[in-house]
């Protein structure tokens, strides 16, 4: 079956340990999403990639960076996680035929990240 | 700006009908999407909304008005599994097409 797969499922780190989350996905869709989402609130877009070019959202903190060496793969790099980089973080893709946004977007079943 | 309001909590009973509103304040409005949440899981789609109208998909359906920036999800014959979190999110024209999404409803199911 098509999916969108995130790795691990569970992660722990240090506060200030860099740490990076996984998503792939077999849908061969041209957009790949990452969003935060806390307890009880709105998931949160942090970037996406439409193909191979990267778009930052204006508020996403530089702690966040992103990197897609090809069609089925995306990382998530958080260089030095703090307290409230604690939740969710949710990978999701669209095909993006004609547009980059706008899509029915397909999410994965997310990392909930747990900072020490 | 962009604000989705959505209540934030609903309770019903197992067999009957429950709806979860959304109204939205946008500047340029292209379509809104449902999308139910499970704790602890990722967002799965429900429905799509881009014109007036309602929408139906079997126990689910979903009803649009543009002119009063309005929408709900309508949940028939409810079971058990169907306690989650629903979300409301929409696509605004004015920021690339971008689909901002509500806080969500926490639905819950009593026998």
């Known amino acids: 079956d098509a999916m969108v797969i995130q790795n691990p499922r569970y992660q722990v780190t240090q506060f200030g340990k860099p740490v990076t989350l996984s998503c792939s996905q077999t849908?061969?869709?041209?957009?790949m999403y990452w969003y935060q989402q806390k307890s009880s609130q709105a998931p949160k877009l942090l970037f996406h990639?439409?193909?191979?070019?990267?778009?930052n959202e204006a508020d996403t903190p530089d702690n966040f960076q992103s990197r897609r060496p090809n069609t089925s793969f995306c990382f998530l790099d958080i260089r030095s996680p703090g307290l409230g980089d604690a939740a969710m973080y949710l990978c999701?893709?669209?095909?993006?035929?004609?547009?980059?946004?706008?899509?029915?977007?397909?999410f994965g079943p997310g990392t909930r990240l747990t900072v020490l | 700006g962009q604000n989705i309001d959505q209540p934030t909590e609903m309770t019903a009973t197992e067999g009957a009908i429950v709806q979860i509103n959304c109204t939205y304040q946008?500047?340029?409005?292209?379509?809104l999407f449902w999308y139910q949440q499970h704790a602890g899981e990722a967002p799965t789609f429900l429905s799509y909304?881009?014109?007036?109208g309602l929408e139906e998909k079997g126990r689910f359906s979903s009803f649009l008005s543009r002119s009063k920036g309005y929408s709900y999800l309508l949940l028939k014959e409810l079971q058990m599994k169907d306690s989650a979190s629903y979300l409301c999110?929409?696509?605004?024209?004015?920021?690339?097409?971008?689909?901002?999404f509500g806080k969500g409803t926490r639905l819950h199911i009593l026998p």
């Open positions: 999701a893709t669209s095909r993006g035929d004609t547009r980059p946004w706008g899509d029915t977007q397909y």
């Open positions: 849908l061969n869709h041209n957009v």
């Open positions: 990639y439409y193909d191979k070019d990267f778009n």
């Open positions: 946008t500047s340029g409005f292209n379509g």
């Open positions: 909304n881009v014109l007036d």
């Open positions: 999110a929409v696509r605004d024209t004015n920021r690339d097409d971008k689909i901002i």
